[in-house]
């Protein structure tokens, strides 16, 4: 298996492993939005992007940024005829998104939570994969990418019921900074020094 950076032959299934393993607005969204999302991802510098690949199989990616506002604003900017497609099919698909997507713009109220933090932001590993170090080499590379951009350190968000990747992350050393409530769901916030 081979990891390397996100690129466009890798959006469309990123966005399906996406949506597969992970909660939250985009997956409520959908694999259109998702794809509008990842697809301006692979167009601007902002975004730190890496997939595990087997053989031409995408078995787990992981996507950040030194500067996560930035990044936002970059994928809407670099992509905006598909990300108003997207999010436009994800309403109509699921109308409660709409509520999210607007609630979305707002910050977390915790003022704990640093949202221009460094941060890891998505991180899945398809579901046959797990338990095989996929996740720890995808965290370990993007360690590597973030300290190389010039970060010390980086966060990320954790549903604070999902205890396997609650696990995962402290067994790789990450420290628990806060908890934070978004979206009705309690969060957990965790930092890695890099």
């Known amino acids: 298996m081979l990891i390397a950076p996100l690129s466009a032959p890798h959006v469309d299934a990123v ?8 909660t939250g607005l985009l997956s409520q969204l959908g694999v259109p939005a998702a794809r509008a999302y990842y697809g301006g991802c692979v167009k601007t510098d902002a975004a730190i992007g890496l997939v595990c690949i087997d053989g031409d199989t995408v078995r787990g990616f992981v996507l950040g940024s030194i500067h996560p506002d930035a ?22 698909r699921r109308p409660v998104a709409l509520k999210w997507l607007l609630a ?12 221009q933090a460094p941060e890891l932001t998505y991180l899945a590993v398809a579901a046959d994969c797990r338990q095989a170090g996929i ?11 973030m300290r190389h951009a010039g970060a010390r350190g980086y966060e990320l968000s954790v549903d604070d019921d999902n205890v396997p990747a ?9 420290q628990l900074i806060g908890r934070y409530r978004e979206f009705g769901i309690l969060h957990r916030r965790y930092r890695l020094e890099c």
């Not at 713009?105 to 915790?110: G, T």
């Not at 996740?135 to 990418?145: C, E, Q």
């Open 166 to 174: 609650i696990a995962f992350y402290e067994r790789l050393r990450f």
């Open 135 to 145: 996740g720890k080499r995808l965290v370990d590379a993007f360690s590597a990418a």
């Open 71 to 92: 990044l936002k604003q970059a994928v809407v900017r670099n992509n905006l005829v598909a990300t108003l497609a997207g999010l436009c099919a994800g309403i109509v």
């Open 104 to 115: 979305s713009m707002r910050r977390p109220d915790d003022p704990g939570y640093d949202p």
């Open 15 to 22: 966005a399906r492993l996406h949506c597969a393993s992970l």
